[in-house]
């Protein structure tokens, strides 16, 4: 029982558009939601974060929209730039002692000059 | 710079040969956790430390094991590998908090089962 998933496995973008990654969840206790960007041969990295009394973070070029009645999550970059090329990962969080994250199956990005 | 340690980057071991894992870190977190991802998959979660308290997922084979003889250091062992354990095994930290579930992750295991 996947109970979050990332249906894109990738996803391609032109240099300098808005790159628009999709996140869908089914436990509705979920209270956190992370994105986590991956470069070959290195750990995820954190990249942003929303809390679900929110519906809207932004941090520079990162934006995450979370619709919970909907059980939806977004991730917009804008501009796109090469560097963003990379697997992204969405999270969500479980509060049961420590926070135990439940990963998506990640989408990889590929921005083109 | 405070970080994630995980050594070996790439591991060769045989069908059967027990094998040892290790993470280490400086950021002085309480929290440990093992992932296990396989090719194209989400990273799944095989157990966590909080502190010195053990947490095993319900459904981690019992082959896998872990230890925490102190705050920085974590091991995972891997009793029997098959040719199913062959993964990328990812160590991660992070500073119990209500505010911030942010998990900090060091650069992975690749682990091969000949």
């Known amino acids: 029982d996947q109970q979050v998933k990332q249906n894109s496995p990738s996803l391609s973008v032109q240099e300098g558009r808005i790159s628009i990654l999709n996140c869908d969840y089914t436990n509705s206790m979920f209270d956190y939601f992370l994105w986590y960007k991956k470069y070959p041969a290195e750990g995820p990295t954190f990249l942003i974060s929303?809390?679900?009394?929110?519906d809207k973070n932004e941090d520079g070029r990162f934006t995450v929209f979370l619709n919970k009645s909907a059980k939806h999550l977004s991730l917009h970059i804008v501009p796109s730039q090469p560097g963003d090329s990379a697997v992204y990962f969405c999270?969500?969080?479980?509060?049961?002692?420590?926070?135990?994250?439940?990963f998506g199956q990640g989408t990889r990005l590929t921005i083109n000059p | 710079d405070a970080m994630v340690i995980q050594n070996p980057r790439y591991q060769v071991t045989q069908f059967g040969k027990p094998v040892t894992l290790s993470c280490s870190q400086t950021l002085n977190h309480n929290v440990m956790y093992w992932y296990q991802q396989k090719s194209s998959q989400a990273p799944k979660l095989l157990f966590h430390?909080?502190?010195?308290?053990?947490?095993n997922e319900a459904d981690t084979p019992d082959n896998f094991q872990s230890r925490r003889p102190n705050t920085s250091f974590c091991f995972l062992d891997i009793r029997s590998p098959g040719l199913g354990d062959a993964a990328m095994y990812l160590c991660?930290?992070?500073?119990?908090?209500?505010?911030?579930?942010?998990?900090?992750f060091g650069p992975g295991t690749r682990l091969t089962v000949t």
């Open positions: 430390y909080y502190d010195k308290d053990f947490n």
């Open positions: 929303i809390s679900s009394i929110k």
């Open positions: 999270a969500a969080s479980v509060i049961q002692g420590a926070q135990k994250l439940v």
């Open positions: 991660a930290t992070s500073k119990y908090s209500r505010k911030s579930y942010e998990q900090y």
